[in-house]
Nanobody
Framework: QVQLVESGGGLVQPGGSLRLSCAAS????????MSWYRQSPGKERELVAR????????NYADSVKGRFTISRDNAKNTVYLQMNSTKPEDTAVYYC?????????????????WGQGTQVTVSS
């Protein structure tokens, strides 16, 4: 059974920093790309950052580029999101996901798992 458990959310002042963690179990962590999404009330869910399996290539939403950093520790089955220079508009529930695609006998299989989310509030 795959489990993704986020932690590290909370209240932070604008301009402050926060580090989110997501501990994964029940899967071969190193084989999965890991991502952070966020969703705030009345808005669509947004992909914040992604890190690939293997070579660890990262991608970021324009809204967080230069402020947030995604990283992974395959030995600990954990992905992180370092949030710096936070803004009130970063307030949201942050979700961790794990995804991979395999092709067996020319048939494609997509796997994607979600955590339960952790609340981040940026406010003075």
């Amino acid at each position: 059974q795959v489990q993704l458990v986020e932690s590290g959310g909370g209240l932070v002042q604008p301009g402050g920093s926060l580090r989110l963690s997501c501990a994964a179990s029940g899967l071969t962590f190193s084989s999965y790309a890991m991502s952070w999404y966020r969703q705030s009330p009345g808005k669509e869910r947004e992909l914040v950052a992604r890190i690939s399996s293997g070579d660890g290539i990262t991608n970021y939403a324009d809204s967080v580029k230069g402020r947030f950093t995604i990283s992974r520790d395959n030995a600990k089955n954990t992905v992180y999101l370092q949030m710096n220079s936070t803004k009130p508009e970063d307030t949201a529930v942050y979700y961790c996901t794990a995804d991979r695609t395999t092709i067996i006998l020319s048939k494609r299989y997509d796997y994607k798992y979600w955590g339960q989310g952790t609340q981040v509030t940026v406010s003075s």
